[in-house]
């Protein structure tokens, strides 16, 4: 068995600060590449920030360019979304994804990833 929980969710005001985590437990799950994804009521999953195994690649969405920091720890199996400068269109639950077998690739489609964890909660007022 695979697990991955996310952590670190709340209520912020805009222009605050979040660090949520990602810990990956079970069985171990080989080379993987990871991400962060958001679903925002009413809307599709959309992805946040792409790492790959290594974490010396990362990719982005324009959305959140420039204020979040996606991170890992693979001696810890922890991963990592450093989020600043939040907003209320930043309001989502966060989920993080795995998927194993991934070279030195990133993925950006929540089809890419083979594990999920149940989210955590982000809320941003204005």
């Known amino acids: 068995q695979v697990q991955l929980v996310e952590s670190g969710g709340g209520l912020v005001q805009a222009g605050d600060s979040l660090r949520l985590s990602c810990a990956a437990s079970?069985?171990?799950?080989?080379?993987?590449?990871m991400g962060w994804f958001r679903q925002a009521s009413g809307k599709e999953r959309e992805l946040v920030a792409a790492i790959n195994f290594s974490g010396r690649t990362t990719y982005y969405s324009n959305s959140v360019k420039g204020r979040f920091t996606i991170s890992r720890d693979n001696a810890l199996n922890q991963m990592y979304l450093q989020m600043n400068s939040l907003k209320p269109e930043d309001t989502a639950i966060y989920y993080c994804?795995?998927?194993?077998?991934?070279?030195?690739?990133?993925?950006?489609?929540?089809?890419?990833?083979?594990?999920w964890g149940q989210g955590t909660q982000v809320t941003v007022s204005s």
């Open positions: 994804a795995a998927r194993p077998y991934s070279s030195n690739l990133y993925y950006t489609a929540p089809s890419d990833y083979d594990y």
């Open positions: 079970g069985r171990t799950v080989i080379q993987p590449a």
